[in-house]
């Protein structure tokens, strides 16, 4: 709503400079053309009033009311024959009008030999009529474009609502698709260890904090992301066998304020979790998160790659799809992703390039 009445006054600014800068053109630009004697002689400014108001009548009777009324409602017949009779009516008004002049400051006429020249009648006709008509023109142009720049300003407008929106039903599925897993995991401790299961409530209380409080963020800083990942990993290792080797290196300022979208890397690390641990095979997890001083953050996972059955539903395989969604949506043509399967071995690499979300999130901060 703020950013949507900023565009307005910023589109109503506009309007009023291109209209100043219209009718300081059509009124000055005939003085380019007279002789320099003749630049400050007040009559002929005076002479002048009767084209100017036939000009600025045609223009904004079309500008303010027919074009609106008719044109824009396809009444274009209605349209064509109102314009005709004001263009009618405006050139009356300036032929009178200059007639009515004459009287009360005399002509100067120009001199050819020593005799009068007067142009014919007809010609004046002509030319009010035509420049009548290019003034309606230039009218329909004008409201056109600043019409078109309204629409497509407002289809921006929801577009990006729309965005958002989807964006925020994405990390709405994320979290139960999250808390589901997480909870799977604790109902399996309950029944073989009791004392580590209370230990994982405890831990799943400090994540459903980041998600209930951090989640609505559109950015969130990395340090509080790294927290995350760690009591989620902690949660994980609690019902790990001997035979898992699971180790994690973060290499992140302590003081980290890169901005990144929260639970972006959690759907990558749970997937570790799914498809890297064997019941009675030597398995391993590998997960690094790094970030760089002109704000790439790169992010990769290695484990040993055990396929679960088509009959486990386990995490029903919707976390990679929402990530893979929420990156083109959050960080359009700014991260690579890739994944690969060698020797049984999965190894995911995402990057992401941050630098445009700084500044955005340095304003959400100085704002709140």
């Known amino acids: 709503m703020e950013n949507r009445i900023k565009n307005s006054v910023t589109n109503t600014y506009a309007v009023i400079f291109v209209h100043i800068l219209l009718w300081s053109m059509i009124v000055v630009a005939p003085y380019f053309f007279i002789d320099r004697e003749q630049l400050f002689r007040w009559d002929l400014f005076v002479r002048s009033i009767p084209d100017t108001l036939g000009l600025l009548l045609v223009f904004y009777v079309n500008y303010f009311l027919l074009i609106t009324r008719f044109l824009f409602k396809g009444k274009t017949r209605e349209f064509i024959i109102y314009n005709v009779l004001l263009i009618i009516a405006a050139a009356t008004l300036m032929h009178f009008g200059n007639d009515l002049l004459r009287l009360i400051t005399p002509e100067q006429m120009s001199r050819r030999g020593g005799r009068k020249f007067r142009p014919s009648p007809w010609l004046f006709v002509i030319r009010n009529l035509t420049t009548l008509a290019t003034m309606m023109g230039l009218s329909v142009a004008l409201k056109m474009t600043f019409r078109w720049f309204v629409v497509e300003s407002e289809r921006k407008e929801l577009e990006k609502a729309k965005s958002e929106a989807e964006l925020q039903n994405m990390k709405n599925q994320i979290s139960p698709h999250f808390l589901l897993n997480t909870l799977n995991n604790i109902y399996a401790l309950v029944e073989f260890n009791p004392g580590k299961a209370q230990q994982a409530v405890l831990d799943l209380s400090k994540l459903l904090r980041h998600i209930l409080y951090d989640n609505d963020k559109p950015l969130v800083p990395l340090r509080e992301e790294v927290d995350f990942i760690n009591n989620y990993v902690d949660l994980m290792r609690i019902r790990l066998s001997d035979n898992v080797r699971l180790n994690t290196q973060f290499s992140v300022k ?106 955005t999130y340095e304003t959400e901060l100085l704002d709140s």
């Open 254 to 359: 302590e003081n980290s304020d890169t901005p990144i979208a929260p639970l972006i890397f959690i759907s990558l690390i749970e997937n570790a979790f799914k498809h890297g641990i064997s019941g009675d095979k030597p398995s391993f997890i590998d997960i690094s998160l790094s970030e760089t001083a002109d704000g790439k953050v790169t992010f990769t996972s290695r484990n040993s790659h055990y396929p679960k059955s088509e009959t486990d539903k386990s995490g029903s395989g919707i976390g990679l799809e929402l990530v893979k969604k929420r990156l083109e949506m959050v960080y359009p043509k700014r991260y690579q992703w890739q994944s690969e399967i060698v020797d049984d071995t999965y190894t995911t690499t995402l990057i992401i390039d941050t630098k445009e979300d700084r500044k």
